[in-house]
């Protein structure tokens, strides 16, 4: 099942307007996910990848948040779905069913006034018409599977109730409700403890196992994606600016952005890549979406900046072993 | 939730013997002896003064202070000076109707101010909002004597729909009296309506913004659902709130309300009262409007303690 | 956002040309409020009577031009008593700990009356007179201001140039009316502006039940009193002085929503 492409991101571009500004927060971002495979959005907060994973579920805020170009498309068993083209009543029956979601926040996250059996049981019942005892039942069985303990005690518990790493596997178990083709996981771990974060990315990658689900695995924690991604894309200034296997990019960065952020990365977390210099932050602040440059987006921060990163736009090149990189030097980079 | 309650207990009665404190004070300080005033002119010196030994205001304000916090205990408010009978149950007697225009009165405040308050909080900046954000200033400036007024003067005298005044009578059935409270009941509920739209508009933003909204829209549900059975619920906690205190509060403006439709009710008892000089009966509905305002204040939190798992979880 | 904004303005503007002009309509208004005319009795509106006679033939758009500056006078009277008194309570109980639990019960307590209840009974204990309606209602209204200022006032005490006063030795009195005060004034401001629209309401209340100002006094709550006997014929009596009373509390909130959204930077610091 490994190549089979279950959801298509081609040139998917999104703007925010308000009536002062436009704000474009994602711009021509392309990428595909194949079942049973991780493909990890990364990038700083502001660079667009939490946009793109609520233009998929097209989720964005509206009337200010709208997707302004390209195409997601969702290959499933009974024939692809053009999503950007969904009515919403249509796109109500992927969310959750064919595509769930989980957030950073488990706290917020779920509603504090139902119990977590309940808000599991819900999305069963909403997309399966499940009866309510039978959609409880799979309910407790799925809290079990994600390994919280005395599960159908637990089912009858309050969020408020439950720990931060409970509730983030209650999370996931109501995203597994449907047996859905794709998990966006939207900075699982970034609100957990350390060592819940490595059981969560466990149980992740179990389930995947289990079930064939492809995940879109959004972060900013490099030493994350190195635990759990396939393929890797790079975000900057709502572009992507490296694309590629995990475990080319970590090994070699092209983009200069990309190898920022790996040497901004403490060296405990990503002992098993060649160690670099230590600990440098990328200088400047990231850039503001709605006044971009002409040139390439990271120029203003970038060392190995020439005078034609600044005057036109910078294409998304493929290399011979098919890694994508948006930089003029990429070459010199490596 | 024992403490809970018992510390609360506490803190009403340090208020409720200052409400006491406050009452004795505005009673004695009116001017004009009630002794002369209820019996006339033509009364002696002699008489005068028999009836101030009787009431007992021939003795030092402390001692009255004393027995009129002793009486509150024992919830005796005193007998009227001009009805002739105990003001508690000359409160009892009016009780029923200023109830039954309240119960009326709030119902109505609900089911307009709810509502529109939801419509306008799910869709921030939408039609409804900017309406109900109009409504909602305008019903606020518009003073309830004048609305009453103008309520009697086209709907009841010239359009005939409904009574002028009065409530029918103790004999009256549910339905005639239903149909002569509708307009007190009206303009009694539109400072509150108009209120509870603010507050459950506010309150619908500020959930609809919440993380666990995303969360249910993420699962595929629909608008409806989402707003219905996941925002509302947790927009309507600060509103529990705010229908107990106005529901309190409007025993206090019924005083206008029963003046403009000739309604014998407590508030007309209090008008009564202030234009005759009856202190006792203006002590006695001053303290129990306060008490009540007081007690549901308590019933409110502790249902919102109920409501709200979170607060019942840290009460357990 | 900014047309927003602008559009705002102007309704701001608005309002309080609306309020100017009533205070000064008194001087405008020609006809002399207290004339009688028993021939020209309950006369509708027209050229000559905008807003129709009274009972007595009187001008009503002169009486209400008259009743509207005397109840907006009142009005701010009862905001500025309501003010002072509040603010003391409010800033004595917000600064001094110890002072706290016992005002604080004692605004609550006041706060557990329904206003106008309050008012009456204040009323029936000074008897009818404008200096104790005014008194009245400044006492009725001051524990809402008195919250007010009170809940900034525990915030400000916090604040780490109100520490560095006090670690260099500034007395209580000074710190309070130099530091604190100033800083509490938006806040003032915003609460002082609906105050002042409920006081309005109130004191019509008041005067149409008869347990306000004395009915001599040409107040818009008054004329309604005085209107509600021939009202069902001469409407117009009643509405005028009613939809009078409406305009400038609902200017007063106009302004003071705005003044709350434009401070709410500063607000947000006391809160």
Same mark, same amino acid.
């Given at each position: ?80 779905l053009a999503l950007t083209a969904l009515s919403e009543r249509a796109m109500r029956a992927v969310r959750g069913r064919q595509i769930a979601m989980i957030f950073q926040e488990p706290m917020t996250s779920l509603n504090p006034l139902f119990t977590v059996g309940d808000q599991i049981a819900e999305v069963a019942r909403h997309h399966l018409g499940t009866s309510r005892a039978e959609a409880f039942k799979g309910a407790v069985a799925l809290l079990d599977r994600v390994g919280i303990p005395a599960a159908a005690h637990r089912a009858h518990a309050y969020p408020h109730e439950l720990s931060g790493g409970m509730r983030q596997r209650a999370m996931i178990a109501m995203a597994l409700a449907c047996k859905p083709l794709v998990m966006i996981a ?56 490296? %694309? ?8 070699? *960065? @092209? ?6 952020? !790996? &040497?901004?990365? =403490? ?29 390439? %987006? ?8 020439? *005078? @034609? ?6 294409? !998304? &090149?493929?290399? =011979? ?14 | ?316 | ?204 209340a008041l005067s149409f039940l008869g347990t306000g100002v004395p009915p001599e006094v040409p107040t818009l709550g008054n004329m309604i009193a005085s209107s509600q006997l021939y009202f069902r014929s001469a409407a117009w009596t009643m509405l005028f002085p009613g939809a009078a009373i409406a305009l400038a509390v609902l200017s007063l909130q106009v302004i003071g929503d705005w003044l709350r959204d434009t401070l709410d930077p500063i607000l947000r610091n006391v809160r």
């Amino acid at each position: 099942m490994g190549d089979t492409t279950v959801l298509a991101v081609e040139n998917l571009s999104v703007e925010f307007r308000s009536r002062r500004r436009i704000v474009r927060a994602v711009s021509d971002v392309s990428f595909t996910l194949k079942a049973g495979r991780t493909f990890a959005l990364v990038g700083e907060s502001g660079s667009g990848k939490s946009v793109t994973s609520l233009a998929i579920m097209r989720l964005l805020a509206a009337p200010a948040g709208r997707i302004t170009g390209g195409s997601v498309t969702l290959h499933a068993p009974d024939g692809p779905l053009a999503l950007t083209a969904l009515s919403e009543r249509a796109m109500r029956a992927v969310r959750g069913r064919q595509i769930a979601m989980i957030f950073q926040e488990p706290m917020t996250s779920l509603n504090p006034l139902f119990t977590v059996g309940d808000q599991i049981a819900e999305v069963a019942r909403h997309h399966l018409g499940t009866s309510r005892a039978e959609a409880f039942k799979g309910a407790v069985a799925l809290l079990d599977r994600v390994g919280i303990p005395a599960a159908a005690h637990r089912a009858h518990a309050y969020p408020h109730e439950l720990s931060g790493g409970m509730r983030q596997r209650a999370m996931i178990a109501m995203a597994l409700a449907c047996k859905p083709l794709v998990m966006i996981a939207d900075e699982p771990t970034t609100a957990l403890d350390v060592t819940v974060q490595a059981q969560m990315l466990e149980l992740i990658r179990e389930l995947q196992d289990e079930t064939g689900m492809a995940v879109l695995f959004i972060t900013h924690n490099l030493g994350v994606v190195a635990e759990i991604a396939s393929e890797v894309a790079v975000m900057y200034g709502g572009q992507i600016v490296e %694309r590629g296997e995990a475990g080319a990019i970590f090994a070699a *960065p @092209r983009h200069p952005y990309t190898r920022g952020l !790996l &040497d901004s990365l =403490p060296p405990e977390i990503d002992s098993n890549m060649p160690v670099r210099a230590p600990l440098k932050a990328i200088p400047g602040s990231v850039v503001d979406l709605a006044a971009l440059p002409p040139g390439c %987006r990271f120029a203003p921060r970038c060392a190995w900046r020439q *005078p @034609r990163c600044e005057t036109g736009a910078i294409a !998304l &090149d493929a290399d =011979p072993a098919n890694r994508l990189v948006r930089c003029v030097r990429a070459q010199e980079v490596a | 939730m024992f403490r809970a309650v018992s510390n609360r207990l506490g803190s009403i009665a340090t208020v409720m013997f200052i409400v006491a404190t406050v009452v004795f004070v505005i009673s004695r300080v009116i001017p004009g002896d009630p002794a002369s005033v209820v019996l006339g002119a033509a009364a002696t010196q002699d008489e005068i003064a028999r009836l101030r030994i009787d009431w007992g205001l021939d003795k030092p304000l402390i001692v009255q202070y004393v027995a009129f916090l002793g009486q509150l205990i024992r919830l005796d408010f005193g007998t009227s000076l001009f009805l002739g009978q105990p003001v508690a149950a000359a409160m009892l007697e009016r009780a029923e109707l200023t109830i039954s225009l309240c119960i009326l009165a709030t119902l109505i405040s609900v089911l307009f101010g709810m509502p529109l308050g939801i419509l306008a909080g799910a869709r921030r900046d939408g039609l409804f909002d900017r309406l109900g954000s109009a409504l909602a200033i305008l019903g606020a400036s518009l003073p309830s004597f004048w609305v009453g007024l103008i309520l009697i003067r086209f709907l009841a005298v010239d359009l005939g729909w409904f009574p002028v005044s009065g409530w029918g009578g103790p004999e009256a059935g549910w339905a005639e009296r239903l149909h002569h409270l509708i307009l007190p009941g009206v303009v009694l509920s539109l400072p509150n309506a108009v209120l509870l739209l603010r507050i459950t508009r506010t309150s619908m933003i500020d959930v609809m913004s919440q993380d666990y909204i995303r969360t249910a829209r993420a699962k595929g549900l629909g608008p409806s659902v989402v707003i219905l059975r996941h925002a509302l619920r947790n927009a309507l906690l600060p509103v529990v709130t705010v229908i107990g205190l106005t529901a309190a509060l409007m025993i206090g403006r019924t005083v206008v309300t029963e003046t403009v439709f000739g309604l014998p009710g407590i508030g007309n008892l209090v008008v009564q009262a202030v234009l005759r000089r009856d202190y006792p009966v203006l002590q006695g509905v001053l303290m129990t409007v306060a008490g009540l305002y007081v007690v549901i204040n308590l019933i409110v939190d502790l249902l919102y303690r109920w409501i709200d798992p979170r607060v019942r979880g840290s009460l357990q | 956002m900014i047309r927003d904004l602008l559009e705002r303005r102007k309704l701001v503007l608005l309002a309080i040309l609306l309020l100017a002009a009533m205070l000064a309509a008194s001087w405008f208004s020609g006809a002399d409020p207290q004339r009688i005319n028993i021939v020209q009795r309950l006369k509708p509106p027209s050229f000559v009577n905008l807003f129709g006679t009274d009972d007595f033939g009187r001008d009503v758009f002169a009486r209400v031009a008259h009743g509207a500056r005397m109840s907006l006078l009142i009005g701010l009277l009862v905001t500025i008593v309501a003010s002072l008194i509040g603010a003391a309570l409010g800033l004595l109980a917000g600064f001094f700990r110890r002072l706290d639990a016992a005002l604080s019960r004692v605004l609550d307590a006041l706060m557990s009356f329904p206003d106008i209840l309050l008012a009456i009974a204040l009323m029936a204990a000074f008897g009818p007179s404008l200096f104790n309606v005014v008194l009245a209602l400044g006492l009725a209204y001051s524990p809402r201001i008195g919250r007010v200022v009170r809940a900034g006032t525990l915030a400000l005490r916090q604040a780490p140039y109100i520490e560095a006063a006090t670690a260099m030795g500034a007395s209580s009195l000074r710190l309070l009316v130099v530091h604190v005060l100033p800083n509490v004034m938006p806040l003032l401001l915003v609460q002082g502006t609906f105050v002042f629209a409920f006081a309005l309401l109130t004191e019509s209340a008041l005067s149409f039940l008869g347990t306000g100002v004395p009915p001599e006094v040409p107040t818009l709550g008054n004329m309604i009193a005085s209107s509600q006997l021939y009202f069902r014929s001469a409407a117009w009596t009643m509405l005028f002085p009613g939809a009078a009373i409406a305009l400038a509390v609902l200017s007063l909130q106009v302004i003071g929503d705005w003044l709350r959204d434009t401070l709410d930077p500063i607000l947000r610091n006391v809160r």
